[in-house]
């Protein structure tokens, strides 16, 4: 089998953790008046990567 190239786009996005992959959220970019400040600080926090997306990502960084 072939080896599988990494997807550049999902390398930016995601960083490996110990236990899985972590990653920016968005909505957080512009039209930040209309959000309150306890949405932009949990917006502004990194999250994981869910269950069911976890092999998509690993099979896009080739890990």
Sequence with gaps: MPKLK?????A???KKTA???KHRSSFRNH???KKNSKRKA???S????????????K?????
């Design 6 to 10: 990494t997807n550049k786009s999902a």
């Design 12 to 14: 930016k996005r995601f």
């Design 19 to 21: 236990t899985g992959y």
């Design 31 to 33: 039209i930040l008046t």
């Design 42 to 44: 949990r917006l502004a």
């Design 46 to 57: 990194k999250n994981t990567v869910s269950k069911s997306d976890f092999k998509a990502v």
């Design 59 to 63: 099979r896009m960084l080739a890990d």
